[in-house]
Every structure is written in C-alpha cells, then in structure tokens.
C-alpha cells in the first residue's frame, strides 16, 4: 500500500506573499498582495503544508530585531486568518556578509540562495522536497528551491519582474496563478 508524499509549498514573503518593503520591521506597513491569503487557504484546503522562508539579513545588520520580526508575523497570521488560511512553520535567515556578530556570515547554509531553510523544514516536519515547491520573486529564491531538490515557481510580483525566468519550473503573475498551476500538477 503506497501513500503519497508529503510534499510542501514553500513560499518567500516580502515580494511573494506581501508587498515588497525594504527591511519591513513595522507591521502597520504590510500589505498583502492581492489574493495571496485565499491563495495559502486554498492550499490549507488541499491538506499542503505551506512553509515561509525567507531571508532577514535587516535582524543581522541590526535594523530591527527578532520581536519586530514576529510582530510582522502576527500580523501576517491575523490578515491571513481573515481568509482562513495559515502558515504552518517559518524559517528566517539573518545571517549576511554585513551582519554583526554571529550574524556576520557570508555564505551561511541557511541563507538563501543555499537551501539550508528548506533542508531544515523537510527534516523537521517530514516533508519531500522531491515533491515540494518553492516559489518566490527573485533567483536566490529559485536556486535555493533547486539546491533543495525542489520544483520551483517564479512570481512577476516584488523583483520577479526583473527575473530571466528561464530557471524556473512555471513562471506565473503572482502568487494565486502560481498555486492554480501547482495545484494542477500536483502529486
């Protein structure tokens, strides 16, 4: 008796799930883009884990803190709750060649474009990254995606619209097309 596995979307955040702000720390200032949250419900819906990976290297370079960063979160949460959606884990990175302290770490494995994030998830959570997605707006998003074994989906929201392309398994408008071609090729 075989199962299907337990596959996964990942999503990036600032670009992909809400409007792109320069080291967002202020929760008044998140904006999700339109019809992201109906698309993680209907993800919800479908029983796919939907996990957020996303870089933060503004906590490294000390532009704002972890308790910033959950606020904007909780925020997050709330809006997508309005749509009865959520995400099920998030994984930030805040290492980067210009961070401080611990932080200060060029090429971290957690750090986008490594898959490090994704690799951690998949371990924790027991997810097949053979069978996952990654979908984010820029290259880093789309080789992390890759070096983690999985499909990955390009969004022309954030600096998508900047992106080749040529890289990525679909390419798609914004988040709610992305997740209508996943779906239709899901395991």
Known sequence: MSTKPR???????????????????DPELLVMIPGAATAVARLNA?????????????IGRGKYDWGDFAAVMSR??????????????????????????????ADHPERKPN????????????LDLSHSWMVGDK????????????KVALVRTGYGSQVDGSAADLVAASLPEAVDLILAQWP
């Open 7 to 25: 596959a996964a979307v990942f999503l990036d955040r600032d670009g992909t799930l809400n409007e792109e702000v320069d080291f967002l720390s």
């Open 139 to 150: 290259d880093i998003d789309l080789e992390a995606g890759r070096r983690a074994g999985c």
């Open 115 to 126: 898959p490090g994030m994704l690799l951690r998830a998949a371990a924790e959570h027991g």
């Open 76 to 105: 997050m949460e709330d809006l997508l709750a309005l749509e009865n959606a959520r995400i099920d884990a998030v994984y930030a990175s805040p290492h980067h060649e210009k961070a401080r302290g611990e932080y200060a770490v």
């Open 46 to 58: 479908k029983g796919i884990p939907v996990v957020v990976v996303t870089n933060q290297s503004g």
